[in-house]
């Protein structure tokens, strides 16, 4: 099942608490009965690693999670695409589980999520 799960990659070491927080938030079951289903991944080997790097390390993944000072400060976390390491975007720690969801078991291509993101750079939802 670990096999199954998407990397949740932490590159921001400077605050434990946030991070801890953002685990429980993203792992936590929403209303509807949804979560994001993740592989938490805190290792100083990725400490201010960039996006591809880190993808690099997970080729086996449909899509990493990666939880950088953004992703601390803002509950936004970067979802890259294993394919294209180029291809990313942000989601809102509850929005994570539409993400890893529908990627995961390929109901949605990587791509049409980056169609619903905002010009913010964030997955819009509504």
Request: hydrophobic share 45%; glycine share 4%; charged share 30%.
């Amino acid at each position: 099942m670990e096999d199954e799960l998407s990397p949740f990659v932490q590159t921001d070491f400077s605050d434990l608490s946030k991070w801890t927080a953002l685990l429980d938030e993203v792992a936590k079951e929403n209303e509807m009965g949804f979560r994001a289903y993740i592989a938490p991944v805190s290792e100083p080997r990725f400490s201010g690693a960039n996006p591809k790097e880190v993808v690099a390390a997970f080729p086996d993944a449909s899509v990493v999670f990666i939880v950088d000072k953004i992703a601390l400060e803002k509950r936004e976390i970067l979802c890259v695409d294993v394919e294209d390491a180029t291809a990313m975007f942000r989601a809102k720690a509850d929005d994570l589980w539409i993400v890893e969801n529908n990627v995961s078991i390929g109901n949605l291509l990587f791509e049409e999520l980056l169609e619903q993101v905002g010009e913010d750079g964030v997955l819009t939802t509504e």
